[in-house]
């Protein structure tokens, strides 16, 4: 089992960055996919990206690629989303997600979830 903060959110101004941090507990941190999941408001919550046990596999969503970078670091227990070129439709809360080995677009795939922290990107 894990537990999943996640921190980093706030209010920036669009073309900005911001670097999410979600550190996991346990000592089998390094056996878990991660993903990066989010919910704008009014609307579903939707895969961001994700990253394998390794750090090698990731994946992103075509709306994030190129702008956002998920990296790993096992040995702080801790997976990061790093988000340039922040846009207004990137205002939501983002949540970070772990699953058993392999990483997962689906939100359903994902056994763990943290609190979520908000990101509100200004015009």
């Known amino acids: 089992q894990v537990q999943l903060v996640e921190s980093g959110g706030g209010l920036v101004q669009a073309g900005g960055s911001l670097r999410l941090s979600c550190a996991g507990s346990?000592?089998?941190?390094?056996?878990?996919?991660m993903g990066w999941f989010r919910q704008p408001p009014g609307k579903e919550r939707e895969f961001v990206a994700g990253?394998?046990?390794?750090?090698?596999?990731?994946a992103y969503a075509d709306s994030v690629k190129g702008r956002f970078t998920v990296s790993r670091d096992n040995a702080k227990n801790t997976v990061y989303l790093q988000m340039n070129s922040l846009e207004p439709e990137d205002t939501a809360v983002y949540y970070c997600a772990a699953r058993n080995i392999f990483l997962s677009r689906n939100m359903g795939d994902h056994d763990y979830w943290g609190q979520g922290t908000q990101v509100t990107v200004s015009s």
């Open positions: 990253i394998g046990l390794n750090g090698v596999r990731t």
């Open positions: 346990g000592r089998t941190f390094n056996t878990y996919g």
